[in-house]
């Protein structure tokens, strides 16, 4: 069954990095377009980036220039570099594919603070 894992979340301080993962299995990850979203106490969840099977990447305007996708097919696995790190980025990241239905991983927690 297709699963989505995230990792690398945790509490960073503002101006900081953290890379975040997403393992995925289950289908054929190299085939389809990945994408993160994150989503705020009382917040919509929101698309943040977004990679194409082809790799062509789209990237909301909050983030651009700070964060990067990118993927890795022989590991099945898509990443979230972000860089510049400011508390509004404070939310809960998802990973998630489409294949008919949307498939959600179960999130990890970004907390930026000082």
């Known amino acids: 069954q297709v699963q989505l894992v995230e990792s690398g979340g945790g509490l960073v301080q503002p101006g900081g990095s953290l890379r975040l993962s997403c393992a995925a299995s289950?289908?054929?990850?190299?085939?389809?377009?990945m994408s993160w979203h994150r989503q705020s106490p009382g917040k919509e969840r929101d698309l943040v980036a977004s990679?194409?099977?082809?790799?062509?990447?789209y990237y909301a305007d909050s983030v651009k220039g700070r964060f990067t996708i990118s993927r890795d097919n022989a590991k099945n696995t898509v990443y979230l570099q972000m860089n510049s790190l400011k508390p509004e980025d404070t939310a809960v990241y998802f990973c998630?594919?489409?294949?008919?239905?949307?498939?959600w991983g179960q999130g990890t927690q970004v907390t930026v603070s000082s």
């Open positions: 990679i194409s099977s082809g790799g062509s990447t």
């Open positions: 289950g289908f054929t990850f190299k085939s389809y377009g």
């Open positions: 998630k594919f489409r294949r008919t239905v949307d498939y």
